[in-house]
């Protein structure tokens, strides 16, 4: 799981590929939404190749095109697909932030549900009997998994930002 991130390619895909502008188009196009104009002047090449390189870059579900209406300008920017070719770990980043912040949400719900049990109700003499005074075992093993969920929640935010902060650094 933590190796390699699998992106599936089909053999469409790997045709679109093997060109070394669809390439460059690609890379001219990570992290940003650009027109075609703005891809034209970073790959040094004429709006119409650009076009065609695009329509097959589209085609194969690399990179999405994005028209509003009543706007004149036509956008591109990577897929889902397309970024997770060219950056793999971002996937691995992504799930330890899912990860962590499910076990957030269970610890913060099993809080909410200890708090909410916990609450001892004086009967109506003002006296406790001895049934309130001890903790059941659910209630003891509810507290260490809600403990144990955020101490889990705060190990994987850490590890995913050390992730990114690597992810972001350029590589030479």
């Not at 397309?82 to 610890?107: D, K, M, Q």
Request: aromatic content about 8%.
């Amino acid at each position: 799981m933590w190796g390699m991130s699998k992106v599936t390619l089909d053999i469409n895909a790997f045709k679109a590929l093997a060109s070394d502008t669809r390439l460059d188009i690609l890379k001219s196009l990570d992290g940003k939404r650009l027109n075609l104009k703005d891809i034209s002047n970073a790959t040094s090449l004429h709006q119409v190749t650009v076009h065609e390189h695009l329509t097959k870059l589209i085609e194969v579900g690399l990179v999405n095109k994005i028209e509003r209406e009543g706007h004149k300008w036509v956008y591109y920017k990577l897929s889902w697909k397309g970024a997770s070719l060219l950056h793999p770990e971002n996937t691995r980043i992504t799930i330890l932030f899912s990860i962590a912040f499910i076990s957030l949400f269970v610890g913060i719900a099993g809080l909410i549900d200890l708090l909410r049990k916990t609450v001892v109700t004086t009967p109506e003499n003002g006296t406790f009997g001895p049934e309130s005074e001890t903790i059941p075992l659910f209630q003891t093993l509810s507290l260490y998994i809600t403990v144990s969920c955020f101490i889990l929640f705060t190990i994987l935010v850490i590890l995913s930002l050390i992730r990114l902060k690597k992810n972001i650094k350029p590589k030479l």
